[in-house]
Every structure is written in C-alpha cells, then in structure tokens.
C-alpha cells in the first residue's frame, strides 16, 4: 500500500469517527438519551506554551551548550595534536609515526562516541520531563472532562471545527503550569 492510500484511509478514517461522534452528539438528545459530552484539547499548543516545558527545553540548551564548549576545547586539542604530527612526520620513523597516528584516531573516535553518548542523555533527560508533563496533563484532562461531565477528550488535529466553549486546552494550560511549574533535570555526571 503507497503512503497516499495510507493516508487517505487515516483521513477517511478520522472523519468517519468525527462523523459518528457528531451524529451521536446530535441524535442521542432527539431520542432521548443523554446528549454526548466532548471536549478538545490541542496538546502541541500546550506543549509549545507549557512553563515546564520551556524550563525543560532551557535546561536542556544549557547542558547542550556546556557539552560543547567542552567539546571544542578537546576538538581544538586534538586538531593541535593532528599539526604537531604532520609536523613530525618527517623526523619519526614510519612506525613510529605510525603508532601516534593510530593513537590519534583512537582519541578522535573516543571523541566522537562521547559525543554521541552526550546526545542520547539530553535526548533521555527530554524524553523523561516531556514524560513527566504528558502524565499531570492526562490528569487534567481527566479532572476537567469530569467537571465538564465529557466522555470523550479528542485531541484538536483529529478536528476540524470545534465551538468554543468545547475547547478546554486554556483551562488545562493553566492548570499545568499551576500544577507542575517546572521539571529539575539532573545534570548528568561526566
């Protein structure tokens, strides 16, 4: 199956349950049942605007920061090494030269796995405060569906129209940044 069809089936999908969901809503009163309580939520809004969400991303530009400089200062070190070799080619001996070239490789791909490994931290350190926000925000949309007596949050990308007072992504912003201000990220250990 191409990705177009793909997509075209997610599409068709999508709204054929948008279209169930709005039949239900406007059906359910005429026949006398109770009528189908949804709120929407755009969580990549509320991630965009979340206070601990820009703590996060700051302490994280911080650590990332720091790890450069520190690499640049062992990147400066080793290009001095590389130029001080290339200038001792001519006086050491071809085995000689030999061996401080392949110990220079090895500091250089000793280098390169530290930063590696550097970026996969930050990348953990990330996953785990996004984590953090992604469950108290759950929670929040489980209290304000509840208050709102919702049986359904749908996310607002898997929407097209949407009134208003069916949106609730302000209310949850507020009460995150109320609830969780701001995520402490460990500074990882060298």
Known sequence: MTQVHSCL??????????????????????????????????????????????????QIDGQRSTYREELQKQEESLRAADKELARQRTILSSE??????????????????????????????????MKQVQSVLVEISQDIARERNAVLVVEKSAVVLVKPELEITEEALKRLNKKLPKISVPVPQN
Not at 28 to 54: F, M, W
Not at 108 to 127: P, S, T
């Open 96 to 129: 000689a030269f030999a061996q401080k070239r392949r110990g220079l490789e090895e500091q250089i791909a000793n280098l390169q796995r530290e930063v590696q490994r550097r970026r996969k931290v930050l990348e953990k350190q990330f996953a785990q405060g």
């Open 9 to 58: 089936l997610r599409t068709a999908g999508s709204l054929l349950i948008v279209a169930s969901l709005f039949l239900a809503a406007v059906l359910s009163p005429a026949l006398g049942a109770d009528p189908l309580a949804i709120v929407v939520i755009d969580t990549q809004e509320i991630y965009r605007e979340a206070a601990a969400v820009k703590g996060l991303q700051k």
